[in-house]
């Protein structure tokens, strides 16, 4: 064998040996690119669906805070309702006169006197425009004069020189009582809760 035979065995062999790591390398070239597709859609997809799910948890966010806020609403809507009955009815307390207003104010008395019974001198007080009738109520009583005006819507406040027991039998205390009772019958009734 000649030395040019072995030298171009030797080069066949290199330009074999070259297109195998030539093929090999485009091959593993074509694997790195298709995982690198693939990883790129996968990253794709992921970053759609946590797009996604942000858009709908800032929508549930947007929706509960919007019924949050009308909730909110028509809760003050409501109170300011019911703070506008309380003062129609708070007008129509005060505006009571004559007779009906006279056996209120004396059936409020009544209930109070029994507390005052052993007391010797008993001051009754009531709203200032009532001076005349609580002055007309207290002569039926021995003992009971009317002391000073309280800022009421009408009534009685009674207390003893003696003691220190004082009845609150205002019209103000009564509604507020009877407020407090029927809140929720009248809140029903307003707004048709059933």
Known sequence: MSLDTVVEDIRDEARTRAEEIRAEGEERAEQIVDEAEADAEQIEADAEQEVERTIEQEREQA???????????????RRELLQDVREDVEEEVA????????????????AAAPEFEDADTVRVRGREDDADLLETICDDYDGFEVG???DCLG??????????VRVNNTFDSVLDEVWEDNLRAISERLFEER
């Open 95 to 110: 505006g009571l006169e004559g007779e009906r207003r006279e056996g209120l104010t004396r059936t409020l008395l009544e």
């Open 155 to 164: 009534g009685v406040v009674v207390e003893s020189e003696g003691s220190r």
């Open 63 to 77: 929706l509960s805070s919007a019924k949050l806020e009308a909730k909110q609403e028509r809760l003050e809507a």
């Open 148 to 150: 000073d005006p309280v």
